[in-house]
Structure formats: structure tokens, C-alpha cells
């Protein structure tokens, strides 16, 4: 089932066209990662998704229905984790979640039981009579997290949820991600962090001008940028003829031999060497001391792709 269906989606403000012509597909499960250089559709993508302003033209589809300004029942079935804290320090932590559970519809006990059980996903039950104005950065984001998720919302969209925070604390929110989704909820995540893509997205879509100009998995946004793969080889002792005998395996483009003992191995990343060549290593009664596969990351592929780093 597909949560998520943009399909053209245009907007304007004033001249300055934001997103154009989008189109998304959002699987049911999925923790999508949407990535994009500052200034790149993002966060006007995700206003619209949320009903927050209006398209200029195109169709946005959630749960299956159309959205449109009144569609309040399919509002209702998502959550917002805005980049701005949206939080009030005047309130408690539990009167925070009490106040945006309660727009929901939430009343009584069934609105207390909603709120702890919120903050006590984000490890914040032993703070429910604080205000947040005493907290840490990353108590705050948690606490953000905490308001958008009380009323059990099915798509969970956020907007960078660990900018500014310490590690400790980042690394609770991705965990607390992930068992959202193991929970049912399809997740929506754009983060300036690579790291934290590549560790909790299962698909990713990056956007520039606007538009999609990639998506797929890690893997395969990996493979637009490359097809080849390089393998590093250090053995216990030079090998004469085996540079030459590695030469002839099929899918082997390059190999250079670095110092006495060590040699590189550039082939085609369809292709599996490796097998083939620990075969002639052996062979020749030689041990692999180290075998490292250089991998090019997240960071490579947009740059290559955007030609621009996240945090231009």
C-alpha cells in the first residue's frame, strides 16, 4: 500500500517555483529518507503532505485520498516533528503532550493515559512535571517527538529531529525511530546527518531544484555513481605472476601491486571477484593478513549527484 502519492506536485511563491513538478511514492513501513541541499523542496514538500499550505498544481494523495484543506481525517493520521521546537516552556513536559494530544480529540483518562505513555517512549516519564525551559537540547527534541506521535499517528513525518543535540542523545531518538516503525508507522526523515540516513532509511529520495533527481535504496543510489569497486589485499609474503593470474579474471579491470606485499584490485561492481582471487592466494600457500572494500557512502552519491554538500 502506498501512504504517500505526489505526482507533479507544483509550488510557487510568487515567482520562485519551490517544488517542481515532484512526484513521491511512500510505501506503507518504510522509513523514507528525503534529502535535499538547503533550499531544495524540502521543507515545502513536507508543509504540503502535512496540509500546512496549499499546491499550486498537481495531486497529493494520503492513505489513498486525495488531500485537500479540509480533509481533517486524514490530518488526523499523521505526525509532525518540526525542525523549530514546538514546544511551550510555559507548560510542563506532560502538560505539552496533553495540550497537542487533546487536538486530536483526546479527553480524560484515555488523553492522561496517551500523554505518559508518549513521554515514556522518549524517556521522559521522570520529567513529566519539569518544563522544558531546564532541559537539555536533546531532552527538547525528544519532548518534540513526544508531542507529534501521543495520538498514535500512522505516518510520522521529521524534519531533522536531532540537529544540535549530543551524540548520547541522538542516538536514543534513532533507536526510538526505528521502534516507531517496528510499531507500524511509516516514517518520513530528512536530516543533514548522512550517517543517520544511511543507518535507519530503508529507501531514500534526494531532490534538488525541486525535483527528484534520484531514489532507491543505499545501494542503488550507490551504483548511479559507480560501477566499479576496489578491494585493498595485504598478504603475508609478494607473490610472483599472481598480479598477471588476477589480471585474467573476469570482471578484473585494474590491479597494482603497492610495496611488496600489498596490491589493490579495481573491478566491476556486478561482478564477484573476490571468491576468485582468495583461490589464487591460496594457491600460491599465502596468507591474507587484511582485505578492506573501499565503499563509497551517502555523502559521495550527493555530492555527485547535487554537486553540493547538504550544509551549503
Not at 510505501?27 to 515545502?44: C, D, E, R, V
Not at 584490485?265 to 582468495?278: D, G, K, M, R
Request: aromatic letters at 6%; hydrophobic letters at 40%; proline letters at 2%.
Amino acid at each position: 500500500m502506498n501512504v504517500v502519492e505526489m505526482q507533479e506536485v507544483t509550488k510557487k511563491f510568487g515567482t520562485v517555483i519551490a517544488t517542481d513538478q515532484l512526484s513521491l511514492t511512500i510505501k506503507q513501513g518504510q522509513i523514507f529518507g528525503l534529502l535535499g541541499p538547503n533550499g531544495a523542496g524540502k521543507s515545502t514538500a513536507i508543509s504540503m503532505l502535512c496540509g500546512l499550505i496549499r499546491k499550486t498544481s498537481g495531486d497529493i494523495r494520503v492513505f489513498g485520498e486525495l488531500l485537500g484543506a479540509e480533509n481533517r481525517k486524514v490530518k488526523s493520521r499523521i505526525g509532525l516533528v518540526p525542525q523549530e521546537l514546538a514546544i511551550y516552556n510555559e507548560l510542563t513536559a506532560l502538560e505539552n503532550v496533553r495540550f497537542f494530544a487533546g487536538l486530536y480529540g483526546y479527553r480524560g483518562d484515555d488523553l492522561l493515559k496517551k500523554s505518559k505513555e508518549a513521554l515514556e517512549f522518549v524517556g521522559l516519564t521522570d520529567k513529566a512535571n519539569i518544563r522544558p525551559e531546564k532541559f537539555s537540547g536533546g531532552m527538547k527534541r525528544r519532548l518534540n517527538i513526544a508531542c507529534a506521535i501521543a495520538h498514535t499517528p500512522e505516518l510520522v513525518i521529521m524534519d531533522e529531529p536531532t540537529v544540535g543535540i549530543d551524540p548520547q542523545s541522538r542516538n536514543y531518538i534513532l533507536k526510538s525511530i526505528k521502534k516507531l516503525n517496528q510499531q507500524g508507522a511509516t516514517i518520513i526523515y530528512t536530516s543533514h546527518y548522512m550517517e543517520e540516513v544511511e543507518e535507519i532509511c530503508d529507501y531514500i529520495a534526494i531532490i534538488d531544484h525541486g525535483k527528484v533527481i534520484a531514489e532507491g535504496t543505499e545501494d542503488q543510489l550507490i551504483s548511479l555513481v559507480t560501477d566499479i569497486k576496489t578491494l585493498d589485499i595485504v598478504l603475508s609474503d609478494y607473490a610472483e605472476g599472481l598480479k598477471e593470474q588476477v589480471e585474467q579474471i573476469s570482471g578484473v579491470e585494474k590491479v597494482e601491486w603497492s610495496g611488496t606485499s600489498t596490491f589493490k584490485v579495481v573491478a566491476s561492481s556486478e561482478v564477484s571477484v573476490l571468491n576468485a582471487i582468495l583461490a589464487l592466494i591460496l594457491a600460491q600457500q599465502l596468507e591474507v593478513i587484511e582485505l578492506n572494500q573501499e565503499k563509497i557512502n551517502l555523502e559521495t552519491v550527493f555530492l555527485n549527484l547535487t554537486g553540493r554538500n547538504l550544509r551549503d
